[in-house]
């Protein structure tokens, strides 16, 4: 029996996968713009960004996720629930990311930024080239946080019909009457998940690790 709870379950595994490979990514796109314009866009770039983080940060993600799933897939454009869903929880992880990002751009020294006027580049160029390289290694660690937290996070589509992890462990419970064993299967397939998520950018922080000198 646990072999067909497992096979059935694991059938929705692709699509939360998919859900995190489309949320993780959009809500670094957005994050890392509103990081950039929260440290370096001047004063009401700054209280947008800032406003932006606190109102998405103060929201149940499930009431945003319906929220912005109902004026995305009912007035902007039109999108299924998986589309839908899954740029929804990218717009959440947005503004948890872009605080990331903004601590590690703020973690940079600020006389690099000098250094790199000096020599001639200009602002942009200096945050292009110098500033936001460094930045984006230092994110690496708490990022990772951020990327399972998505992962988890993306079980929350299958209240809008989505037939990931968690719907089909709800679905295998209600005809099996077996809820420890169908539940307790999806918990055991999402810890591999995070554990190999983990895994693989602790590998990568390793390998980008800014050297230091004695």
Not at 18 to 33: H, K, N
């Amino acid at each position: 029996m646990l072999s067909n709870f497992i096979s059935y379950i694991l059938q929705g595994t692709a699509t939360t996968i998919a859900v995190t490979l489309i949320a993780l990514p959009s809500g670094l796109l957005v994050g890392l713009l509103l990081a950039l314009l929260h440290t370096y866009g001047g004063k009401v770039a700054n209280r947008f960004a800032a406003a932006y983080s606190l109102l998405m940060r103060s929201v149940p993600p499930i009431v945003l996720l319906f929220i912005l799933y109902f004026i995305l897939s009912g007035n902007l454009i039109n999108l299924n629930e998986f589309w839908a869903g899954s740029l929804s929880l990218g717009i959440v992880s947005s503004a948890y990311q872009m605080e990331i990002l903004r601590g590690a751009l703020l973690s940079v020294g600020s006389g690099q930024m000098t250094a790199a006027r000096a020599v001639g580049m200009s602002r942009l160029q200096a945050i292009q080239h110098i500033l936001l390289p460094q930045a984006l290694r230092l994110a690496i660690p708490p990022w990772s946080n951020e990327a399972s937290i998505v992962l988890k996070d993306s079980s929350l589509v299958y209240a809008l019909g989505v037939p990931e992890i968690l719907r089909r462990a709800q679905q295998l419970s209600a005809t099996t009457q077996q809820p420890f064993l169908a539940y307790g299967t999806a918990a055991l397939i999402y810890f591999v998940l995070v554990f190999a998520v983990n895994r693989g950018l602790d590998y990568l922080s390793e390998r980008t690790k800014l050297p230091t000198h004695p």
